[in-house]
């Protein structure tokens, strides 16, 4: 904390930012949300993204500010256009939503595609969903396989009960109750209630 403070001081922008996590989180100082935008405002005006996307976060939250969604897009676009995944997904969610910027369906799927190329799990689950239901894109269900599994196999927990029903209804690839079951599981395990539900259906029938 205290050589982080210091080289805060000095303006080095990945200390201020460090410095805003630990006043937001209460890490070794006392929790202040306005004491982090401080310091996250210093670092987002030297172009630190991450920096950028927590101001942002803070503004969407609330926290330590007056809440405003279009403040929060304004910073989300400036980390996102540094190709920061965290602020491509959150600004593809507020164009699907229309919050903070008019609802475009096509700015909505490209940020959430940039986010999803570079391994952003949350990021590649929205974007099964979107082909899987064929919501702003043409529906595509081996499309929304592809993405399920990406975000399964990093642990999401939604993507992988997702996952889990294609292979149990045989959706985009050929039924195989082995691998439902396998995702099903997973997705259980993370407490997934749905999941949960789903098994104990299985179990029943296979009686």
Request: charged share 30%; aromatic share 14%; with cysteine.
């Amino acid at each position: 904390m205290e050589w982080s403070r210091k080289a805060a001081e000095q303006g080095n922008a990945k200390a201020q930012y460090s410095l805003g996590v630990m006043y937001s989180k209460g890490h070794g100082v006392e929790q202040s949300y306005q004491k982090a935008v401080k310091w996250y405002q210093q670092a987002a005006k030297q172009g630190y993204a991450r920096a950028e996307y927590s101001l942002g976060w803070m503004y969407y939250k609330g926290h330590g500010v007056e809440q405003d969604d279009w403040k929060a897009v304004e910073w989300y676009r400036r980390a996102a256009e540094q190709g920061y995944a965290k602020a491509q997904y959150s600004l593809g969610t507020k164009y699907i939503k229309g919050h903070g910027v008019e609802q475009d369906d096509e700015k909505a799927v490209e940020w959430c595609r940039r986010a999803a190329e570079q391994g952003y799990a949350p990021a590649q689950y929205i974007l099964g969903d979107m082909y899987f239901e064929g919501n702003r894109v043409k529906q595509d269900y081996r499309k929304a396989m592809k993405w399920y599994r990406k975000a399964a196999e990093q642990g999401h927990a939604s993507a992988q009960f997702a996952l889990g029903m294609m292979y149990h209804k045989g959706q985009g690839v050929e039924l195989d109750d082995r691998e439902a079951i396998k995702w099903l599981h997973k997705a259980a395990e993370q407490g997934q209630s749905e999941a949960k539900y789903i098994l104990k259906i299985i179990d029943t029938e296979g009686r």
